[in-house]
């Protein structure tokens, strides 16, 4: 790992995240939670997938979770349509969000927001690895301030856009809260990823205030108000930014230059009249899109509520009237009640994949709404903040995994390669020693995991991954077989 980047007092949390992220999987206890092991790599235990709808025309490409809670353990993961895994990384930060492919200076990487235990899980670091798996940036917001969760975009021009949390002092007495209260406010960070450099910085109290929140004060006046709540951000065209306030029901555009909001979508103070069926509460994840369209995720419901059901939107937005219509509601068959987080991806061939937030389930759409695949995640608990669709080559670096099991009839062989996409095909090998080996059996991939039973006893066992026209890509070491 290389090029790390901190500032302030996060250096001490960055290095002990980094440290924790590079001692990988966890210990091999044992979970009452669903779980896939494997004899060929023990040290992972991604959660379960269930295939609720099987896929049927999908978009290309793998799916790309971040499972937490109710898991054996977190961490980023890919998946098949079928629910296996393709790779999986533990994180013992305890959480892991957003991740996803993005492009950093013309080459597809692999990005996340990844926890640091030391603070219950809300504070962490900002990952980038490239195409073999190796973490070659990792960073922290500039002035120290804490790394949020809730998104991490990469721009054409090296840029990182994050989103943070500050906990400032803040008369509340306007709104029947204490005169000596406190706020959290959302701030959006652009930050050069190369050096680490603040580029730009815009604070949410300066241009929204309190009196927008919908969320209830603190039942005690020592505890933190979040009035805002920012969980997206949106480049727009325009070079402006589209940014998401969950806790006031709205979205705003902010200006670049100066960091005026221009127009608030929803919310108290809305510029614009809805439709039917357009308005949107408790909202994540806003994207504008060309032709005057904007999508959103539409939680509906806040923690304490037990009603109101969760739902993709396409919405209109007529800037000259002012308007916005409903185009489009994605919506799960059996409805959905996600408390917080949740996405909705807007895939280039019209395809709509909703990862359902706090609720365990990802269900991708076609373009007219019909349902091409629905999963659920782990267990009831098990969440993914946002869940995507995205085409990836991987080319791990590490080796073939390869186990050996001997019992009375012969052995049977275990092999995986975390991360490796390529491989269709496996051949076993054999033989009384590690310079005396010769093939056995063939098999064609089944799952993370392949288990083939050979006649053979022998002593070592090797395999080498195979691609489609049956050319080695990499070979194992060998492993004794074991009882």
Not at 202 to 223: F, M, N, Q, R
Not at 246 to 255: D, K
């Amino acid at each position: 790992m290389r090029a790390i980047f901190f500032n302030g007092p996060a250096a001490v949390l960055a290095l002990a995240g980094l440290a924790l992220f590079a001692a990988g999987c966890g210990s091999s206890r044992a979970s009452s939670y669903p779980s896939q092991h494997f004899r060929s790599r023990p040290g992972i235990r991604p959660p379960n997938v269930d295939v609720l709808k099987p896929a049927h025309d999908t978009a290309p490409g793998y799916l790309f979770l971040s499972p937490e809670r109710g898991v054996d353990q977190a961490g980023p993961m890919i998946i098949r349509d079928n629910g296996q895994v393709v790779w999986f990384h533990p994180s013992r930060g305890g959480r892991v969000t957003n991740f996803r492919v993005q492009r950093y200076h013309g080459r597809s990487v692999l990005t996340w927001w990844s926890a640091l235990p030391a603070n219950s899980g809300h504070t962490g670091l900002y990952v980038i690895a490239d195409d073999r798996y190796h973490v070659f940036k990792t960073f922290a917001p500039a002035g120290g301030y804490q790394g949020d969760l809730h998104e991490f975009l990469l721009t054409p021009r090296g840029t990182a856009i994050i989103s943070v949390y500050r906990r400032i002092p803040y008369d509340l007495s306007s709104i029947g809260g204490s005169s000596h209260g406190a706020i959290w406010e959302g701030i959006v960070q652009e930050i050069d990823v190369a050096t680490g450099r603040l580029l730009w910085h815009w604070d949410s109290i300066d241009h929204v205030g309190v009196g927008e929140s919908y969320e209830g004060l603190p039942s005690e006046a020592s505890k933190t108000y979040d009035y805002f709540h920012i969980n997206s951000i949106d480049p727009l065209p325009n070079g402006n930014l589209l940014v998401s306030g969950r806790n006031t029901h709205a979205v705003y555009e902010i200006r670049k230059s100066d960091g005026a909001v221009l127009w608030r979508l929803g919310g108290k103070r809305s510029d614009f009249a809805f439709g039917p069926g357009a308005r949107f509460a408790w909202q994540h994840d806003a994207r504008q899109h060309p032709g005057g369209l904007l999508s959103v995720f539409d939680n509906h419901a806040e923690y304490s509520s037990t009603k109101g059901h969760a739902r993709g939107l396409l919405l209109r937005v007529d800037m000259k009237r002012h308007r916005v219509t409903l185009v489009r509601a994605y919506h799960r068959r059996s409805p959905v009640l996600a408390t917080s987080e949740g996405n909705a991806q807007f895939l280039p061939d019209g395809h709509v994949v909703v990862g359902w937030g706090s609720a365990p389930f990802v269900t991708e759409f076609s373009r007219d709404g019909r349902v091409l695949l629905d999963l659920r995640i782990g267990s009831y608990k098990t969440r993914s903040y946002r869940s995507f669709r995205f085409p990836w080559v991987g080319h791990p670096t590490t080796k073939p995994s390869v186990a050996a099991v001997r019992h009375d009839n012969g052995t049977t062989v275990y092999m995986s390669w975390n991360g490796a996409t390529q491989v269709t095909g496996w051949r076993v090998l054999a033989g009384p020693s590690a310079d005396r080996l010769e093939q056995v059996a063939t098999s064609p991939v089944r799952g993370f995991e392949t288990a083939i039973k050979v006649g053979s006893r022998a002593s070592v066992f090797r395999v080498a991954a195979l691609d489609r026209r049956g050319r080695v890509l990499r070979m194992s070491d060998p492993v004794r077989a074991a009882r």
